[in-house]
């Protein structure tokens, strides 16, 4: 394995650990960030949903955006760019209403908070995408899954991590620290060369590269892109749901002692961490991306329905089923390789990276539903109407995944006949 490699491998692990931590913090700091803006006891949900949204509908565009850019320019300006715009906004993030009356008088304090988020959500976007797509085009496909592992399982440490820092810190410091931790990386960025498979295709100029539109023109691009998105879902509901708002959702499930996010976070993460491990290897032992994706899709579905029915009353109880929900939720790097090895390479840079933030961006809708329908049918019941429908598509969409695990990486995406992608 050569040193560029290896810096490319280290420099996406830690480029998703940093945009983790960020990306985290919300959740971590919405309830302590939003009594000290003065936000109400009875409005924490529904403000808290609000900002949430903001954030998400900035990765959806940062999802099209870098993936764009990845595509036309290179894998390594993806990354230079996303981790640039998110450290800032991170740190402008840790001064909402304090940036003085010519300011505050003009934007609320909670919409500077959503302008922020949103800022962003829309640099967050390009991390995940960008360092999947480069660290597979850069290894063979029989050591893809260890490197993508290697990405994810350093990744979802920075949650960990996140929920430590908040310990010893206050909210606005958090989102200066995670600002300042994007800037440190952007050093590393400087070494990284771009794979050798985009540089040849970049030199034919007339193959289109980035065209998102490409995705809605051949029914076979649109369905391999919908299922990739849509057998997701179940993780981003699983943490913009049942952990974000565990502290509302804990007491109507009967747990008699306090619930807090950043606890819940903590056990999540930490179920992420190890369960991407586990998944990345149960992949790479079996010579199945599917059937790994699998059992930890129907592994997730299990899990929360044991969190919605299960009777849970202690606080050790709900944490330890919060660790295995996230536990196999873990197959968020596979998705993502998945989503990376179905497109050829003119595409594979917009897709890897507006697939997650897509799967992240459905969390908008989901909360939409989830605060319309919580107080005819309450925290609980709106939680598990929201997961059934996000169930019912999950499970539609793996039965029409492709398996990629032996793919080439090296061919283009065309409006002539697809290239095989697989069995």
């Known amino acids: 394995m050569s040193n560029n490699i290896r810096l490319a491998i280290l420099v996406a692990a830690l480029g998703y650990f940093v945009d983790v931590f960020d990306l985290i913090l919300f959740t971590i700091l919405r309830q302590s960030s939003l009594r000290d803006l003065g936000v109400s006891e009875a409005d924490l949900v529904s403000v808290g949903g609000y900002l949430l949204n903001a954030q998400m509908g900035g990765f959806l565009i940062g999802g099209i955006l870098w993936g764009v850019i990845g595509d036309k320019i290179?894998?390594?300006?993806?990354?230079?760019?996303s981790i640039l715009l998110y450290s800032i906004g991170?740190?402008?993030?840790?001064?909402?209403?304090?940036?003085?009356?010519?300011?505050?008088?003009?934007?609320?304090?909670?919409?500077?908070?959503?302008?922020?988020?949103?800022?962003?959500?829309?640099?967050?976007?390009?991390?995940?995408?960008?360092?999947?797509?480069?660290?597979?085009e850069l290894l063979p496909k029989e050591k893809r899954g260890y490197g993508t592992t290697i990405v994810v399982a350093t990744g979802v440490a920075g949650a960990v991590v996140a929920?430590?820092?908040?310990?010893?810190?206050?909210?606005?410091?958090?989102?200066?620290?995670?600002?300042?931790?994007?800037?440190?990386?952007?050093?590393?960025?400087?070494?990284?060369a771009d794979s050798g498979?985009?540089?040849?295709?970049?030199?034919?100029?007339?193959?289109?590269?980035?065209?998102?539109?490409?995705?809605?023109?051949?029914?076979?691009?649109?369905s391999r892109y919908m299922n990739c998105i849509?057998?997701?879902?179940?993780?981003?509901?699983?943490?913009?749901?049942?952990?974000?708002?565990?502290?509302?959702?804990?007491?109507?499930?009967?747990?008699?002692?306090?619930?807090?996010?950043?606890?819940?976070?903590?056990?999540?993460?930490?179920?992420?961490?190890?369960?991407?491990?586990?998944?990345?290897?149960i992949s790479q032992w079996l010579k199945s991306r599917k059937i790994a994706i699998g059992i930890f899709l129907f592994g997730t579905l299990a899990m929360l329905g044991i969190t919605f029915h299960a009777p849970i009353s202690s606080l050790s109880m709900f944490y330890t089923v919060v660790f295995f929900v996230g536990f196999f939720t873990a197959y968020w790097a596979m998705m993502v390789t998945v989503a990376a090895e179905q497109f050829g390479t003119n595409l594979r840079a917009t897709v890897a990276t507006s697939v997650p933030n897509f799967v992240r961006g459905a969390t908008v809708p989901a909360v939409l539903v989830f605060t319309t329908l919580?107080?005819?049918?309450?925290?609980?019941?709106?939680?598990?109407?929201?997961?059934?429908?996000?169930?019912?598509?999950?499970?539609?969409?793996f039965f029409s995944l492709r398996e990629t695990f032996h793919l080439d990486l090296d061919y283009v995406e065309t409006d002539a006949k697809p290239a095989k992608q697989g069995a």
């Open 230 to 281: 849509l057998v997701g879902v179940p993780i981003w509901f699983s943490l913009g749901i049942v952990v974000t708002f565990s502290p509302e959702l804990a007491p109507a499930l009967g747990v008699k002692e306090p619930v807090t996010a950043v606890t819940s976070v903590f056990w999540f993460y930490l179920g992420i961490t190890i369960g991407s491990v586990a998944n990345g290897l």
């Open 197 to 222: 498979i985009f540089k040849a295709l970049a030199e034919k100029e007339h193959i289109a590269r980035g065209n998102f539109l490409m995705l809605f023109t051949s029914w076979d691009r649109f």
């Open 163 to 192: 929920a430590l820092v908040y310990e010893l810190f206050t909210w606005r410091w958090v989102y200066i620290i995670g600002g300042i931790l994007g800037l440190g990386l952007l050093f590393l960025r400087l070494s990284v």
């Open 90 to 136: 991170n740190i402008l993030n840790g001064f909402v209403g304090q940036f003085g009356p010519g300011v505050d008088a003009v934007v609320s304090p909670i919409d500077q908070y959503a302008l922020l988020r949103f800022i962003t959500g829309v640099g967050l976007a390009g991390e995940i995408g960008g360092g999947i797509t480069l660290v597979a």
């Open 374 to 397: 919580k107080p005819d049918l309450g925290i609980v019941g709106a939680a598990e109407v929201v997961g059934l429908v996000v169930a019912a598509l999950a499970i539609l969409a």
């Open 74 to 81: 290179g894998r390594i300006e993806l990354l230079f760019g």
